[in-house]
Each structure stands twice: as C-alpha cells, then as structure tokens.
Nanobody, 116 residues
Framework: QVQLVESGGGLVQPGGSLRLSCAAS????????MGWYRQAPGKQRELVAT???????NYVDSVKGRFTISRDNAKNTVYLQMNSLKPEDTAVYYC??????????WGQGTQVTVSS
C-alpha cells in the first residue's frame, strides 16, 4: 500500500501561482505512475497531469502551457506547479499513485480556490 500526503493548496487570485506537493511512502517500489486529478463541485474527477516512472508526462489540454508536473525521486515527492491560474481551476486536487495489477492509491485532497 502507498500513502500519499498532499500540501500546497490555498486561495489565490486569477493569474497567480501555486505549487502542490505529494509525498509518497510505503510500497513506493510498486508505483509506475503518479499524477494529479481534480474535482470541482458538481463535476466528475478529471485527470490533470501524470508522470510515469520512465519520465513520460501527460497533461489535460486545459492546463497545457500553464501547469508543470515534476518529481524528486530522492524525496519520493511529486509536484504540480500551477501558473496563470483561472477561476475554472478551482477544485479539490488529489494525488494518485498507480501500481501493479491496476492498484491505485489516493491522497486526501487539497483545496485550490482561484478567486478575486
């Protein structure tokens, strides 16, 4: 089992920036990809960005050019740098770890609110 702890959410004005962090512990050897998802009120959870063990990165179209996913293997931590934030980025952001056999682990979520 993998434990994920997110941090870095908060309130920011449109055009501002935030960096989310996700620290992994436990059976981290089993992880082949990590990513960030988000869920806005009344909407389904959606993929934001993923990064595989091999370094392949994928973004949802709506955040391309504004968000950057990265990782620090020494710290077992994945980051999501969010720039040029928009009100429509407001959501609870969840860290995800995908492992062997279709296993998925989730963090508790961190709220991001973009508002003036």
């Amino acid at each position: 089992q993998v434990q994920l702890v997110e941090s870095g959410g908060g309130l920011v004005q449109p055009g501002g920036s935030l960096r989310l962090s996700c620290a992994a512990s436990g059976s981290i050897f089993s992880i082949y990809a990590m990513g960030w998802y988000r869920q806005a009120p009344g909407k389904q959870r959606e993929l934001v960005a993923t990064i595989t063990r091999g370094g392949s990165i994928n973004y949802v179209d709506s955040v391309k050019g504004r968000f950057t996913i990265s990782r620090d293997n020494a710290k077992n931590t994945v980051y999501l740098q969010m720039n040029s934030l928009k009100p429509e980025d407001t959501a609870v952001y969840y860290c995800n770890a995908a492992g062997a056999g279709g296993r998925e682990d989730w963090g508790q979520g961190t709220q991001v609110t973009v508002s003036s």
